[in-house]
Nanobody, 118 residues
Framework: VQLQASGGGSVQAGGSLRLSCVAT????????AGWFRRAPGYTQQFVARISWRGDNEDYRDSLKGRFAISRDNAKNTVYLQMDELKPEDTAVYYCAAKEKLTSRYNIWGQGTLVTVSS
């Protein structure tokens, strides 16, 4: 499976973006999925994750209520809806996948840049 993230861009504080992550070469329904981000000068951060069936979600505490992860297995796609964006959300966002019942994300997309201006 390969992952392709898209949907990044530049937005003013308070705005919204929706990121998409499309899987090719396999069925995304076989994998749990997640989003991570890396801001300039910072280490990679967990953003959100969703189970393979989409019935279980988890978020970075500071993002709860502003970000929402979802998936459409029929479209082989995972989404990240980001609302009320803040300048500190500026980062490269990566989607990732891991096989069910494993702990390590071993499939990564190429990243999409989100820039939030004040």
């Amino acid at each position: 499976v390969q992952l392709q993230a898209s949907g990044g861009g530049s937005v003013q504080a308070g705005g919204s973006l929706r990121l998409s992550c499309v899987a090719t070469g396999g069925q995304l329904s076989e994998y749990d999925a997640g989003w991570f981000r890396r801001a300039p000068g910072y280490t990679q951060q967990f953003v959100a994750r969703i189970s393979w069936r989409g019935d279980n979600e988890d978020y970075r505490d500071s993002l709860k209520g502003r970000f929402a992860i979802s998936r459409d297995n029929a479209k082989n796609t995972v989404y990240l809806q980001m609302d009320e964006l803040k300048p500190e959300d500026t980062a490269v966002y990566y989607c990732a996948a891991k096989e069910k019942l494993t702990s390590r994300y071993n499939i990564w997309g190429q990243g999409t840049l989100v820039t939030v201006s004040s």
